[in-house]
T-cell receptor, first 116, second 113 residues
Framework: ETGVTQSPTHLIKTRGQQVTLRCSSQ?????VSWYQQALGQGPQFIFQ???????GRGNFPPRFSGLQFPNYSSELNVNALELDDSALYLC???????????????FGPGTRLTVL | GEDVEQSLFLSVREGDSSVINCTYT??????LYWYKQEPGAGLQLLTY?????DMKQDQRLTVLLNKKDKHLSLRIADTQTGDSAIYFC?????????????FGTGTKLQVIP
């Protein structure tokens, strides 16, 4: 196990609703990245948080937003859910050094979101 | 551009070696990774290699990197039924504390007893 935890494990929502997913990073890690993995595909990078700020974003619309807290845990929020948002959402934590170097990312087990 | 490609499926007999191949397009990649994903589970980091290395061996796993051809491979020696899973190749780029990881579509490894 990596020490990265996510909640909830599974979630069912209806189109148009909003959802919040949570991630606790591995002890000592200060950076959290979020990925969306649709069925049968590889994970797609959503965004990354470092020192409570978003410092990188993939090709996802603004209705995907996030937060990082002082303890480095993180939330992913998705507004106005669409059917295509159904996927496994993975978070990964890592340690960014003061020089900007980045250690390996370790993934949590994911939250499976189903949008009906 | 960013693109990571893998073959979709590989079938091997138990005890044989498996070789999973991957090509990537971004020459500025700093790390290259292999992850394993079992059904219904998250991603398990198997191994990784720095872009300035050619080879890395870790027990049954051997990673080969051909930076000139942007080709990465994962060899699993003495493949076991427990190795059946989807294997993702991934490359990362980063600077100033920002790291973006791009994944391939995954190779499904089937191990036949």
């Amino acid at each position: 196990e990596t020490g990265v935890t996510q909640s909830p494990t599974h979630l069912i929502k209806t189109r148009g609703q909003q959802v919040t997913l949570r991630c606790s990073s591995q002890s000592g890690h200060n950076t959290v990245s979020w990925y969306q993995q649709a069925l049968g595909q590889g994970p797609q990078f959503i965004f990354q948080y470092y020192r409570e700020e978003e410092n990188g974003r993939g090709n996802f619309p603004p209705r995907f937003s996030g937060l990082q807290f002082p303890n480095y845990s993180s939330e992913l929020n998705v507004n106005a859910l669409e059917l295509d948002d159904s996927a496994l959402y993975l978070c990964a934590s890592s340690l960014a050094g003061t020089s900007g170097s980045m250690d390996t990312q370790y993934f949590g087990p994911g939250t499976r979101l189903t949008v009906l | 551009g960013e693109d990571v490609e893998q073959s979709l499926f590989l079938s091997v007999r138990e005890g044989d070696s498996s070789v999973i191949n991957c090509t990537y397009t971004d020459s500025s990649s700093t790390y290259l990774y292999w992850y394993k994903q079992e059904p219904g589970a998250g991603l398990q980091l198997l191994t990784y290699i720095f872009s300035n290395m050619d080879m890395k061996q870790d027990q049954r796993l051997t990673v080969l990197l051909n930076k000139k051809d942007k080709h990465l491979s994962l060899r699993i020696a003495d493949t076991q039924t427990g190795d059946s899973a989807i294997y993702f190749c991934a490359e990362s780029r980063g600077k100033g504390g920002y790291q973006k990881v791009t994944f391939g579509t995954g190779t499904k490894l089937q191990v036949i007893p």
